[in-house]
Structure formats: C-alpha cells, structure tokens
C-alpha cells in the first residue's frame, strides 16, 4: 500500500447537484427557479450530511436544482439542532457566484495539468533548525543523483519538504534514499499525493488526499481569486453604468423629438 503525505486542507469544490431530489416532481408548463442564501450551521459537520438536511428541509418547497456554498442572513428557519438563515439572492449575487467559480476550476485545471507535480516524494528527519533556502540547496543536491527536479516546496510549518522530478524513475530513485543521512540526520523518504498518483476510483474512496501542490498553492490561488473578483465586480459595475447611460441618452432623444 501506497503511503501519501500531506492529506490535510481541502479542495476547491464545485455545486453540488441533487438528482434525487429532483425525482419525483411533478413538472409543470410554467417554472421559476429562485435561488435562496443559507447559513447559521455548524460549519464543522460533515457537508453531505449539511446538504442532506438541507434538501430535506427544503424539499417541499419544490424541486431542488442545486445545493452550494451558502452566504448572507436573513430570517431564521429551524433545522433540528441548529438555525438556518435564509435570503433571497439578487440577480448580481447569482452572476458573481458564477464567475467565481468558473475562476476557481481554471485555476485547479491548471494545477492539475501542471507537468511539474506527476512525480514526488515528500522528506522528512532532516535538520530542521536550517534556514529555508538552506535546506532546499542541502535536499537539492542529496537527491539531484535521482533525476530532474522540477520543484521543491519546504513546508517550515510542517517540517516536511516536498521534492518532484520530471520522470518516474526520479521518484522511484529518491524513495531507495529512505533512511539515508543528511548532514548526520537520518531522513525519511515517501510518496506525495500528486494528481497521477491520487487519482480516486470512484465516489467515496477511501484513503485518498489532496495533490500536495494544492495545498503549497492555495494561499496564491486565494489571492488571485480575490484580485481576480475584485476586476471583474468593477467591470461589471463599469458596463452597468455604461449600459443605464445609454439607456437615459435614449430615453432623452426620444422624450426631444417629441
């Protein structure tokens, strides 16, 4: 059995759609579809069982297209042991949402298809108390023998250093080199959790993780989404007073021919 490092964090995730509650429904010739704003749970429990109460609760409501990510109060609804909090979202909310994540998944695609994680090994027992760029030269050179390095990530917090090549061989090389010395400290060689080597089997699998580049990147990944958002919520806001001049210039020519 495959070890993986770095099984901690959580991914980027997309809408959640119930089939389920879909079935059953009686359709009708006329249909709105009104997306509402849930929050007050216990952030902490499971999210499938969030998304079973919450389709349970609302069912009767009529057909449940999608359960998401949950944002702003406004009255409460009593689910069992804890308070929902429900709104109706605006038409502005719902196209942000959108374009949220839309941005998210191009930005897991190209982590995902990035040629520089496939192959990695995660490192640990070496002397910790060096400098960062330190212990990435020290690692560099220990394990350069085994094949191209494409990447290395010192995790200070964790005192774990992940090292990838560009070829198999590479990681197969540096995990022979478990139990080796560096610097009179005996290291620990194992497999990372990477896109090729991660891949699940099916829904529910058990003993999968995130691809540890994921994790190295998310910070960078927040902050491109927010910086990203941050221009498209002023481009919108730019083509919606664009769009309400054009329509007064109009109504202003049409109001002076009388």
Same mark, same amino acid.
């Given at each position: 059995?495959?070890?993986?490092?770095? /099984?901690?964090?959580?991914?980027l995730?997309?809408?959640?759609? %119930?089939?389920?509650?879909?079935?059953? #429904?009686?359709?009708?010739? =006329?249909? &709105?579809?009104?997306?509402?704003?849930?929050e007050?749970?216990?952030?902490l429990?499971p999210?499938?069982e969030?998304?079973?109460? !919450? &389709?349970n609760h *609302?069912?009767?409501?009529?057909?449940?297209?999608?359960?998401?990510v949950?944002?702003d109060? *406004?009255?409460?609804?009593?689910?069992?042991?804890?308070n929902? @909090?429900v #709104?109706?979202?605006?038409?502005?909310e719902? +196209?942000?949402?959108?374009?949220?994540?839309?941005?998210?998944?191009?930005?897991?695609?190209?982590?995902?298809?990035?040629?520089?994680?496939l192959?990695g090994?995660?490192?640990?027992g070496?002397?910790t108390s060096?400098?960062?760029?330190?212990? +990435?030269?020290? @690692?560099?050179?220990?394990?350069?023998?085994?094949?191209?390095? =494409?990447?290395?990530?010192?995790? =200070?917090?964790?005192?774990? $250093?992940?090292?990838?090549?560009?070829?198999?061989?590479?990681e197969?090389?540096? !995990?022979?080199?478990?139990?080796?010395?560096?610097?009179?400290?005996k290291?620990?060689?194992?497999r990372?959790? $990477?896109?090729?080597?991660n891949?699940r %089997?099916?829904?529910?699998t058990?003993?999968? /993780?995130i691809?540890?580049?994921? !994790?190295?990147?998310?910070?960078?990944?927040?902050k491109?989404?927010e910086?990203?958002m941050?221009?498209?919520?002023?481009?919108?806001?730019r083509e919606?007073?664009?769009? !309400?001049r054009?329509?007064? =210039? *109009?109504?202003?020519?049409?109001?002076?021919?009388?």
């Amino acid at each position: 059995m495959d070890t993986y490092s770095s /099984c901690k964090g959580s991914a980027l995730k997309e809408p959640f759609n %119930s089939e389920a509650a879909a079935k059953g #429904k009686k359709k009708t010739s =006329t249909r &709105i579809t009104v997306r509402i704003s849930v929050e007050g749970f216990n952030p902490l429990r499971p999210e499938d069982e969030i998304k079973s109460e !919450l &389709i349970n609760h *609302f069912e009767s409501c009529g057909d449940i297209i999608r359960v998401d990510v949950p944002t702003d109060p *406004f009255y409460d609804s009593d689910i069992g042991d804890w308070n929902a @909090l429900v #709104k109706l979202a605006p038409e502005e909310e719902e +196209e942000e949402y959108k374009a949220a994540v839309a941005y998210k998944k191009s930005l897991c695609a190209d982590l995902a298809n990035d040629k520089r994680f496939l192959f990695g090994i995660a490192v640990l027992g070496y002397d910790t108390s060096l400098p960062q760029d330190e212990v +990435e030269s020290i @690692l560099r050179e220990h394990f350069s023998s085994c094949g191209e390095i =494409t990447h290395v990530y010192v995790d =200070t917090l964790d005192k774990c $250093t992940n090292i990838y090549f560009s070829k198999e061989e590479g990681e197969a090389s540096a !995990l022979d080199l478990n139990g080796s010395k560096v610097g009179g400290f005996k290291i620990t060689t194992m497999r990372v959790a $990477t896109v090729r080597s991660n891949r699940r %089997s099916g829904p529910g699998t058990v003993g999968s /993780c995130i691809p540890a580049h994921f !994790l190295e990147f998310s910070r960078e990944n927040t902050k491109k989404l927010e910086d990203y958002m941050t221009e498209w919520r002023a481009k919108a806001r730019r083509e919606k007073d664009s769009a !309400l001049r054009k329509h007064n =210039t *109009f109504k202003a020519s049409k109001r002076a021919r009388g």
